[in-house]
């Protein structure tokens, strides 16, 4: 199970930190991952990180989002910062096994970026 928070309504300009925690048993030898989803669009990748700290991310990261986790809290967490209005999305967490089978989602967090 993961469940998110940490979204919500954020100015232009400004910073969110997304949380996302994990039942135990899907966290040590997952790779954790955030998701996006913009009305009428694709989801997409943010960022990800494999469970020895590898990082993917996003082309539109570009070092304004970090990913990070702390095994022993079984969290994963997004720090978004000089965030603009096409940010504005519903933000996913996703945990898929390294080994063997084991994929799934939290029930999203909204993130609304606006003045």
């Known amino acids: 199970q993961l469940v998110e928070s940490g979204g919500g309504l954020v100015q232009p300009g400004g910073s969110l930190r997304l949380s996302c925690v994990a039942s135990g048993s899907i966290f040590s030898v997952y790779t954790m991952g955030w998701y996006r989803q913009a009305s009428g669009k694709e989801r997409e990748l943010v960022a990800t990180i494999t469970s020895g700290g590898r990082i993917n991310s996003g082309d539109f990261v570009k070092g304004r989002f970090t990913i990070s986790r702390d095994n022993a809290k079984t969290t994963v967490s997004l720090e978004m910062n000089s965030l603009q209005p096409e940010a504005t999305a519903v933000y996913y967490c996703?945990?898929?096994?390294?080994?063997?089978?084991?994929?799934?989602w939290g029930q999203g967090t909204q993130v609304t970026v606006s003045s």
């Open positions: 996703h945990a898929d096994a390294e080994v063997g089978p084991g994929n799934y």
